[in-house]
């Protein structure tokens, strides 16, 4: 285990890692950081060969000390899939999705939660509590099952219906807020006072985003160590991104890859864009989205706490941030599902609207190397797709195909 210490990004105070934290004392999120050299000397890419495909081949980058207190469902190396009949479309033929509906848990969610509650086992953390759109409360409450941590759970009422299904199985106590994930994150935030329970909200631990970033591993290694051109993903809290950001950051640390970032896209819907609004305005930070709403249910986040740490991994990367609209997702759903036979989930969607609109615009030239991240599978959200269908009596006929 290579950890070294955290850091705030923000006023770079250092923290030991070996005790529960949460945030820094300025109230910014903490980072993990490793001992970059020894790592360099201890993980080889040609090891990488020889270990399980799960997210696990990258231990050297990774916060868990011991091998007993990793907790996993078998998360990670989810395909990375060519488009070729939507790259031929839009005249990208190097059109990438990767799929985060292949995971435990349906969605990257899984990422973080194996590696948060391993991190939270070993840290002898017994109850956790935390505010969810839905797919993370599900992804914790499976992995805390599984690691025998107790853990509450408060997600909106507006939340797909199959998160609470996906939560109560697990044994987890859910509660329903008729209200924002905002607002759940308040109830979270005075119960773990009262209580003294851990806090597992987005980023107010650290090690979620360490499970996040395995994403940013498995491109580059998919892709054979050559970075891609453009990397597009849609954002709610923003874990995903920065993960994505700070992994490509540490292949870059130790010369795994050489160096040219990807340009990160940070996809919003129209109702619920704060990220887009800030990066338009040049602003380091969000201001609260009022009224939030869009069918992409996870990217209802008015006010990431990450949100500098989203902006700065765009900014740093010449990326963008766009917003597209509810409408223009579901098409994309489709599109994504008639064209390549892939049922993703609206978030992931949403990343097909953006790279069509970057195209469109000359943001994206033909030849280059595209992702989109797919975060989730469409199974998770039935209520996406309508369905028109004629019913049939025994002793009829089907009709000629049109
Ligand atoms: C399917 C899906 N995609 C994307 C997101 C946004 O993720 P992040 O918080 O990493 O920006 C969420 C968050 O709930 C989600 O459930
Ligand atoms: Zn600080």
Redesign the pocket.
């Given at each position: 285990m290579f950890v070294s210490h955290l850091e705030c990004p923000k006023c770079k105070a250092t923290f030991e890692s070996e005790k529960p934290i949460q945030l820094c004392q300025c109230g910014s999120p903490l980072l993990v950081r490793y001992h970059m050299k020894k790592i360099a000397g201890s993980a080889s890419k040609d090891a990488l060969n020889s270990r399980k495909p799960d997210l696990w081949r990258y231990r050297e980058f990774l916060p868990v000390r011991k091998e007993e207190n990793i907790v996993s469902l078998g998360e990670g190396m989810t395909p990375l899939l060519r488009l070729t009949n939507l790259g031929h479309e839009l005249g990208l033929p190097n059109l990438y999705l990767k799929d985060e509906g292949m995971i435990p848990t349906g969605?990257?969610?899984a990422r973080g939660a194996a590696v948060g509650a391993s991190r939270a086992k070993e840290l002898g953390i017994k109850v956790l509590a935390m505010p969810?759109?839905?797919?993370?409360g599900g992804a914790w409450a499976s992995y805390c099952a599984k690691a025998g941590i107790k853990a509450v759970i408060v997600m909106p009422k507006n939340a797909p219906a199959i998160h609470r299904r996906e939560v109560a199985v697990t044994g987890a106590d859910l509660f329903l807020v008729d209200g924002l994930i905002s607002d759940a994150g308040q109830i979270v935030n005075r119960a773990v006072k009262k209580y003294g329970w851990f806090d597992a909200s987005?980023l107010k631990e650290p090690y979620r985003i360490e499970g996040?970033k395995t994403m940013g591993f498995e491109i580059a290694e998919q892709l054979n160590w050559k970075l891609p051109d453009v990397i597009i993903y849609?954002?709610?809290?923003?874990?995903?991104?920065i993960g994505i950001y700070k992994g490509l950051k540490e292949l870059e640390e130790i010369g795994w890859v050489d160096g040219r970032m990807p340009r990160l896209v940070a996809v919003q819907s129209t109702g619920c864009a704060p990220i887009v609004k800030a990066w338009e305005e040049r602003r380091t930070e969000s201001i609260f989205w009022q009224d939030a709403q869009t069918v992409a249910f996870?990217?209802t986040?008015p006010k990431p706490l990450g949100d500098f740490l989203v902006l700065e991994a765009i900014y740093n990367t010449k990326g963008c941030a766009i917003a597209v609209q509810d409408d223009d997702i579901l098409k994309s759903q489709r599109m994504l599902a008639t064209r390549e036979g892939l049922f993703v989930?609206p978030?992931?969607a949403a990343t097909l609207s953006a790279a069509m609109r970057l195209v469109r615009e000359g943001w994206i030239k033909s030849q280059e190397n595209v992702v989109l991240l797919n975060?989730?599978t469409g199974l998770k959200y039935p209520e996406s797709v309508t369905v028109e269908f004629i019913e049939l009596r025994p002793e009829e006929d089907l009709p000629e195909v049109e």
């Open positions: 969605t990257f969610k969810t759109n839905g797919n993370a987005t996040k849609p954002t709610g809290g923003g874990v995903g991104i996870g990217l986040v989930c978030e992931g975060t989730g």
